[in-house]
């Protein structure tokens, strides 16, 4: 069965240090996204990504975040310059198409944990 | 805006008594609900969706959740539970009013824990 997967499963960065945290979609799907997790805390929506660009961002998405779809497999995130509240379990995922609309399922990924010393 | 409230953050269960895992959502479209879990170490899976095709929804590994409108709950029930669901638990929507990116909005989660 087709999966999501991300590298690395673990990242430690210094504070200021630039991460790129990579996820590589099921290979027919068109959306992507990703969310992350910190600890204790609720799952929260940081970016959607459709033809090769942002559709929708969040608040917490703010200069120090990007995303790019560099070539036709991969999709990444890159924080620029890392603090230590960037510590948290991110998240990948991907669905297929909009037909579906809102009832398409997303498929997730198992998680890079990030963390910022 | 959608949201989606988890009314406990931790539900013990001995193995083989049903499990129900309680959801309330707050939404202004009618919406599409799913559950999620995630085991330790793994990545978020689907056990089931609210795509209002019938309110009684049944998932994977015998679990099945019920639409409520009236009460705008998505309770996630099992009869019987297996060592294997210890696990956390995730009622999410899907924010309609988004531009339709779908983006998910999730709850807080409920940590389930299934005693032998």
């Known amino acids: 069965e087709p999966e999501v997967t991300q590298t690395p499963s673990h990242q430690v960065t210094q504070m200021g240090q630039e991460v790129i945290l990579r996820c590589v979609p099921i290979s027919n799907h068109l959306y992507f996204y990703w969310y992350r997790q910190i600890l204790g805390q609720k799952v929260e929506f940081l970016v959607s990504?459709?033809?090769?660009?942002?559709?929708?961002k969040s608040e917490i998405f703010d200069d120090q975040f990007s995303v790019e779809r560099p070539d036709g497999s991969n999709f990444t995130l890159k924080i620029r310059s890392t603090k230590l509240e960037d510590s948290a379990m991110y998240f990948c995922?991907?669905?297929?198409?909009?037909?579906?609309?809102?009832?398409?399922?997303?498929?997730f990924g198992p998680g890079t944990r990030l963390l910022v010393l | 805006a959608q949201s989606v409230t988890q009314l406990d953050s931790h539900v013990s269960v001995s193995e083989g008594t049903p499990v129900l895992l309680r959801c309330n959502y707050s939404s202004s479209y009618s919406p599409s609900l799913f559950w999620y879990v995630q085991h330790p170490n793994k990545g978020l899976q689907l056990l089931l969706k609210?795509?209002?095709?019938?309110?009684l929804v049944k998932g994977i590994n015998g679990f099945e959740a019920e639409f409520k409108k009236s009460e705008t709950s998505f309770h996630l029930t099992k009869p019987s539970a297996h060592m294997s669901d210890a696990a956390e638990y995730f009622c999410?929507?899907?924010?309609?009013?988004?531009?339709?990116?779908?983006?998910?909005?999730f709850g807080q989660g409920t940590t389930l824990q299934v005693k032998p």
């Open positions: 995922a991907s669905k297929s198409s909009r037909l579906a609309g809102l009832q398409e399922t997303q498929y």
């Open positions: 609210y795509t209002s095709a019938a309110t």
């Open positions: 990504f459709y033809n090769n660009e942002i559709s929708e």
């Open positions: 999410v929507v899907s924010d309609a009013g988004s531009g339709n990116t779908g983006k998910l909005i």
